[in-house]
T-cell receptor
């Protein structure tokens, strides 16, 4: 059983579409991270949040602690958004355990 | 420019040989991490270090060893005891060891053992 589940696993969108990627987790957490991994393998941290909502450019991340769920939204999607998006949480029994989702592979077609 | 460097980008080794992956950061971060990524799986934590001269095992430490003699360096040795060493290895760092700190990732090293 994975402590962090993401959906969908794969997503193809037309340029300009609004995109939502979901993350559900089963452990208590102190923080949730959204990461972006490009085809070359490098990973960039997009957001870190423990409550509410954060916005950066066309990206919006929300978290609902009670429902143990987070969403990453991309508005006006662009081909350069094509990447794997990974949800990660820090928590568990010790509070110091990292759990990673397997990622959502996004392809935006021009 | 501040950041994390990993070298080499691609590494090939024969089975039975130890190999050391380099990770250097000039961000003045206290915490450093090593992750392993396999196709279709999430990142898995191998080792982490909260401060210099201290490190802790992660979820899959067997067959790996690390050192943290300097704040900016956290090399990972993949030993011959690691049964499935072929993978993509990522190093990361952060200001502190809690989820409250953003992690900065290096570009990764792809290790192939034959």
């Amino acid at each position: 059983k994975n402590e962090v589940e993401q959906s969908p696993q794969n997503l193809t969108a037309q340029e300009g579409e609004f995109i939502t990627i979901n993350c559900s987790y089963s452990v208590g957490i102190s923080a949730l991270h959204w990461l972006q991994q490009h085809p070359g393998g490098g990973i960039v941290s997009l957001f870190m949040l423990s409550s509410g909502k954060k916005k950066h450019g066309r990206l919006i991340a929300t978290i609902n602690i009670q429902e143990k769920h987070s969403s990453l939204h991309i508005t006006a999607s662009h081909p350069r958004d094509s990447a794997v998006y990974i949800c990660a949480v820090l928590g568990g029994n010790t509070g110091n355990q990292f759990y990673f989702g397997t990622g959502t592979s996004l392809t935006v077609i021009p | 420019d501040g950041g994390i460097t990993q070298s080499p980008k691609y590494l090939f080794r024969k089975e039975g040989q130890n190999v050391t992956l380099s990770c250097e950061q000039n961000l003045n971060h206290d915490a450093m991490y090593w992750y392993r990524q396999d196709p279709g799986q999430g990142l898995r934590l191998i080792y982490y270090s909260q401060i210099v001269n201290d490190f802790q095992k992660g979820d899959i430490a067997e067959g790996y060893s690390v050192s943290r003699e300097k704040k900016e360096s956290f090399p990972l040795t993949v030993t011959s005891a690691q049964k499935n060493p072929t993978a993509f290895y990522l190093c990361a760092s952060s200001w502190g060891w809690t989820g409250a700190y953003e992690q900065y990732f290096g570009p990764g090293t792809r290790l192939t053992v034959t």
